[in-house]
């Protein structure tokens, strides 16, 4: 039976159809194994019971969440919230644990019937039932919490009666293993289940060579074991999701920019431009909207004035476009149209690397150029140096747009995922106080637009999630946002961890002087003079590096020597108090100019983690000393319409741009993009929004290697497609 089947609902006329599918296979093998007197098929008899009676407890309840989900729509057209989430994880459960039901009770004759692996998936399929029975019942908890909005409709988030730390009391007791053993991926499509399967074996693996508890031996055993033994994937899985600190989270998800993941992308959709720049910071002027001038902040909140580092990803040369310059060929003339990109990560990973594997096809089917921010990272640069560094990105590339992006910005798109996107909505309102000029549009996908520990039913999806678990996004929450992990730091501060962009070691490196990008500005069409002065020899993957461009667009700054160099992407040292150590070596940052280079120039490593290197990097897994969910995550975050955009005034948000948002109905920010469309419909702007089905948060990550992310990806295009001819 495929996830495409509907559920009637409500169903207080009549029970659907899979139900009772799922209730005569349960008594036909129940019938079965009554006659079985070991222990395996009295525990299927005891599992199959279980089933019997969750499927008895859970009809009212069901019914109840049924009848009020459809009152939180954003409208008749597009079903989806929170509530609706987990009645499609309950249907999709019932058809899980039919699936097992029927493929046992068709081999349960044959020879190589092997009743103890049927015993612990009908197991798992009756603790699956009774958590999601335990959530349907915090649902209603939620629901009595609602508030309402000033168009009298309630509202997905619990009203301020109402403390995250009740809520999280009683979900202590969900069984959350359930949901990452044999059941992993049961609500998501085939194609995803089997990633998040092969996901859930790197997670459980990767800690075990991130942390160092037990002997080397012990370890490696442990991480063979998570590929055979499902239950104890799900143990790991969860142990370090409630306990692992946000380094681990970083660590994990920087897996992604893993030099042959991105070899693989680059050679399936190769770009004619993917140049890395090096933006100095430099005083930036810009003009506002009635005629006047204003000076840009520089960025320097936390960690003192620092280079920002953006990537430009273009399909085609064009007149103008760095890397284009003396190649060769005919150039295309200036885009009329910029695309500005941020990246997700959890305000704490990842960089625009890790993002080719969908710009890349995007920036071939738009045909505009892309630039791609790689802002400063949390718990180093917590809010709001990265929103601060977005706005210096933006101005500067308007400033800069037809002498080295190719585009005249004529029209101007921000479009971004999860915490992108959430910084993208912040220097849109950064743009309408400072009075200039404002993006013509924004799509943003999976977004968080309160970034605050408030309670709604998507915001629960989080405790069955693999990709962004609770623990994972509550740390994240408190590295980015938490008030108390605040600390100044002076300009000429020099703090490990720094968030510069990631280089593999086979992209090529370029010394670019400033006196290149004059001659650039000066001959972008690649003529035959000033040959001593063209960018011919610079590749198009490559960087722009040791540069000041403030020069490019003739406006006399002061001169700075900027000193920038690439790095990998340092992992950022631990936030959380304890008594163990918490830095984090660095990986693979040798580049040629470090006075004490390495002796071998090769490291050792497994998942791309190093094995060697100093012992006195010991990390352990400390699950002893753990606080609850309840105490740990007692924190305060400022309420800040920068920082969580949905708080911002109805005068703010009444002037954004038309907007365009995309979510997941099982994400756990399906809520968060859901409040946001209503409100913005609310005040009469341009908004739409698509919800789609059995994909998970992140998911145009996986764009590559899945077909039904791809297709997600498709229809992003399709979004922005629609705002560029607006």
């Not at 069901?62 to 309950?90: C, H, W």
């Not at 202590?172 to 289940?193: A, H, M, T, V």
């Not at 990537?311 to 885009?335: Q, T, Y």
Request: with cysteine.
């Amino acid at each position: 039976m495929s996830l495409d089947d509907d559920f009637e609902r409500p169903f207080e006329e009549f029970e659907p159809l899979q139900w009772g599918a799922l209730r005569e296979l349960c008594h036909a093998n129940k019938d079965y194994f009554s006659t079985h007197q070991d222990e395996n098929g009295s525990r299927i008899k005891a599992g199959l019971l279980a089933i019997l009676d969750h499927l008895e407890k859970m009809q009212p309840v069901y019914k109840e969440i049924s009848r009020i989900a459809p009152m939180f729509d954003f409208d008749e057209q597009t079903p989806g919230n929170g509530y609706r989430s987990f009645l499609v994880l309950v249907d999709r459960c019932i058809m899980h644990s039919g699936s097992v039901c029927r493929q046992m009770y068709c081999q349960k004759d044959s020879f190589l019937f092997r009743k103890s692996y049927y015993m612990r998936e009908i197991e798992a399929c009756s603790q699956l039932l009774a958590s999601l029975y335990t959530c349907l019942q915090y649902l209603k908890t939620l629901y009595s919490w609602s508030d309402r909005m000033k168009d009298g409709k309630l509202s997905l988030f619990s009203s301020n009666e109402h403390t995250p730390q009740e809520l999280l009391n009683q979900a202590e007791s969900i069984n959350q293993y359930c949901f990452y053993g044999r059941c992993l991926g049961f609500q998501f499509c085939d194609n995803i289940k089997h990633i998040l399967k092969t996901l859930s074996v790197c997670l459980a693996s990767f800690s075990e060579v991130y942390y160092s508890n037990g002997t080397l031996l012990g370890r490696c055993a442990n991480s063979l074991k998570y590929v055979m033994d499902p239950e104890a994937r799900a143990r790991r899985i969860v142990h370090v999701s409630q306990h692992a600190d946000v380094s681990f989270c970083q660590a994990f998800w920087f897996l992604s920019e893993n030099e042959m993941l991105c070899s693989s992308v680059s050679m399936v959709v190769p770009l004619s431009i993917n140049q890395v720049i090096s933006i100095p910071p430099e005083e930036l002027i810009l003009d506002t909207l009635d005629g006047g001038k204003i000076s840009i902040p520089i960025p320097n909140s936390h960690i003192g004035r620092k280079p920002i580092h953006v990537r430009l990803l273009s399909a085609v040369r064009r007149v103008g476009m760095v890397g284009s310059a003396g190649i060769g060929g005919d150039l295309l003339g200036l885009s009329e149209s910029l695309i500005i990109h941020s990246h997700g990560g959890g305000f704490v990973a990842q960089t625009s690397r890790s993002h080719e594997a969908y710009l890349r096809t995007w920036a071939v089917k738009l045909g505009v150029p892309i630039l791609s921010i790689d802002y400063s990272l949390a718990p180093e640069a917590p809010f709001p140096r990265a929103l601060e560094e977005i706005l210096y990105a933006y101005a500067w590339s308007l400033n800069h747009a037809s002498t080295l992006l190719g585009s005249t910005a004529r029209k101007v798109l921000l479009i971004g995922d999860s915490a992108g996107a959430n910084l993208n909505l912040g220097i849109t309102f950064k743009c309408l106080e400072m009075n200039i000029r404002k993006p013509d549009g924004i799509f943003m996908a999976y977004t968080p637009v309160l970034v605050e520990f408030v309670t709604s039913p998507s915001r629960l999806l989080s405790l069955t999630d693999l990709l962004l678990p609770f623990g994972f996004m509550m740390r994240c929450l408190k590295a980015y946002a938490a008030l108390d992990n605040k600390k100044t730091v002076g300009p000429k501060d020099k703090t490990q961890g720094s968030n510069e962009v990631v280089e593999s070691e086979t992209e090529s490196f370029a010394e670019v002087s400033e006196s290149d990008l004059i001659a650039l500005a000066l001959s972008p069409n690649g003529d035959e003079t000033n040959d001593a002065h063209k960018l011919a020899s610079l590749p198009s993957d490559s960087t722009l590096n040791s540069v000041s461009l403030a020069d490019v667009d003739g406006i006399d700054h002061p001169k700075q020597e900027i000193k920038s160099q690439e790095y990998i992407q340092k992992f950022l040292e631990m936030y959380r108090n304890s008594n163990i150590n918490t830095s984090v070596p660095v990986l693979n940052n040798y580049n040629g100019t470090d006075d004490n280079p390495p002796s071998n120039g090769k490291t050792w490593s497994l998942f791309g983690w190093p094995l060697g290197g100093d012992k006195k990097e010991i990390r352990e897994l400390d699950t002893e000393r753990a606080k609850s969910p309840s105490e740990e995550f007692v924190f305060t975050v400022p309420k800040d319409p920068f920082l969580s955009p949905y708080l911002a005034s109805d005068d703010l948000l009444a002037r954004l741009p038309p907007t365009k948002i995309l979510t997941m109905e099982l994400d756990p920010c399906l809520d968060d993009c859901v409040m946001f469309a209503r409100k913005l419909k609310l005040l009469g702007n341009v908004v739409s929004l698509d919800i789609l089905s059995g994909l998970p948060h992140g998911f145009l990550n996986l764009a590559p290697v899945s077909k039904e992310a791809y297709e997600g990806s498709e229809l992003c295009i399709k979004r922005i497609l629609e705002l560029l001819q607006m």
